[in-house]
């Protein structure tokens, strides 16, 4: 089996696999995300990105599943869904990285 440990891989942390969702509700909170994700695998983590100030959704958030392929259906599956009036852009999560 091939290790991981080291390797740039998009969307892999230590825990699991990181999804990023975009174009999310400013009254979406975690819950919404683990009931979107839960029923394609186990979800180790979900967090919606908040405004300081006001306290609602910033429009993305993440999701941390344990299982590749898991991962990978969730974001065939859910890429493209609307929610609500939004539709949703769902991917692995990238390293941003910045130019100088």
Known sequence: MTSLVGMNIPGHTGTGWCIFVYNLSPDSDESVLWQLFGPFGAVNNVKVIRDFNTNKCKGFGFVTMTNYDEAAMAIASL????????????????????KS
């Open 79 to 98: 890429n493209g869904y609307r929610l609500g009036d939004r539709v949703l852009q769902v991917s692995f999560k990238t390293n941003k990285t910045h």
